[in-house]
């Protein structure tokens, strides 16, 4: 799993052995973290990976599915919008030349410049997310 997820918050304390203790605190010092953030981690991962907390694990599965729609589509938009810059010159150009676009050529561009977006938008996807994402 990627990113955890802000939620509410609640407190629960618990006794654990020392050797237990002595581990989290090293893992929290090597990862520069509180021990309450390892902690959390660590159930949450737990639970998401337990076949038994199915309801859990579809929620975050949800979630990441969404995650990567918003991705893809904000990839997309930043994409677009700086193609219409380039497309503003060319219809400049155009009505400078007095000459128009067919409805070919614009429903060409229009399919050109889809590919591109979704392209560009996998591409950013994967150069934030490295290998997480598939």
Known sequence: ?????????????????????????????????????????LIIAGLVNDPASGALSAKFDRLEKLAVKTALAAGKAQFLAS?????????????????????????????RTNEWAEGFAQGYLMEDEGDDVK
């Not at 010159?89 to 409805?103: F, G, Q, V, Y």
Request: glycine share 2%.
């Open 83 to 111: 193609m219409s810059v380039g497309f503003c010159a060319d219809i400049t150009k155009l009505m400078i030349s007095n000459e128009t676009p067919s409805s070919d050529e614009k429903a060409e561009f229009l399919a």
């Open 1 to 41: 799993m990627g990113a955890l997820v802000e939620m509410a918050s609640n407190t629960v304390a618990v006794r654990l052995p020392e050797e237990v203790l002595e581990e989290l605190q090293r893992r929290a010092s090597v990862q520069n973290k509180k021990v309450s953030d390892v902690v959390r981690e």
